[in-house]
């Protein structure tokens, strides 16, 4: 990803290099307690401390379906007014499979309302716009 360094993009490289470290707590504290998450099954309202519990237990998944880190692909910012930005990312997905089958590429999409009024900026919303799950189960990487 290129492109001009902003407050907004720096925060979401750091995530991403949070998340390519599995940083957990450094990850969770990026998001504001609560923050809204919607995925196309629907909405809901995320506690940290949940979110926090659910990381562990998705790595695990990826980790077995050979998934390297995510890296983040391209992020379009856009000031809706002095406190919130919307960044719209994409995301690459490698899963490198431990059978000697060919590694696939997955680009997701996803969403973030960022409030930048506070001294550290927070995530307090997540939108994911594909179901990675079922694409995994599209694409043959986890079984149906």
Same mark, same amino acid.
């Given at each position: 990803?290129?492109?001009?360094q902003?407050?907004?993009s720096r925060?979401?490289?750091?995530?991403?290099?949070?998340s390519?470290?599995?940083?957990?707590p450094?990850?969770v504290?990026?998001?504001?307690?609560?923050?809204?998450?919607?995925?196309?099954?629907? $909405?809901?309202? #995320?506690? +940290?401390? !949940?979110?926090?519990?659910?990381?562990?237990?998705?790595?695990?998944?990826? %980790?077995?379906?050979?998934?390297?880190?995510?890296?983040?692909?391209?992020?379009?910012?856009t000031?809706l007014?002095?406190?919130?930005?919307?960044?719209?990312?994409t995301?690459?997905?490698d899963?490198?499979?431990?059978?000697?089958?060919?590694?696939?590429?997955i680009?997701?999409?996803? $969403?973030?309302? #960022?409030? +930048?009024g !506070?001294?550290?900026?927070?995530?307090?919303?997540?939108?994911?716009?594909? %179901?990675?799950?079922q694409?995994?189960?599209?694409?043959?990487?986890?079984p149906a």
């Amino acid at each position: 990803m290129s492109q001009i360094q902003t407050p907004v993009s720096r925060f979401f490289q750091s995530y991403a290099q949070k998340s390519s470290e599995d940083n957990i707590p450094a990850m969770v504290s990026q998001f504001a307690d609560p923050f809204l998450s919607a995925d196309p099954h629907g $909405t809901h309202c #995320v506690r +940290t401390a !949940e979110f926090a519990a659910a990381l562990p237990k998705r790595k695990l998944l990826f %980790d077995r379906l050979g998934c390297m880190p995510a890296v983040l692909e391209d992020l379009h910012e856009t000031q809706l007014d002095s406190r919130y930005f919307l960044a719209k990312t994409t995301w690459r997905l490698d899963f490198a499979p431990r059978d000697s089958s060919q590694a696939v590429h997955i680009l997701v999409d996803s $969403t973030f309302l #960022v409030d +930048t009024g !506070e001294q550290e900026f927070k995530i307090v919303m997540y939108m994911a716009h594909q %179901d990675i799950m079922q694409i995994l189960r599209d694409r043959g990487i986890l079984p149906a």
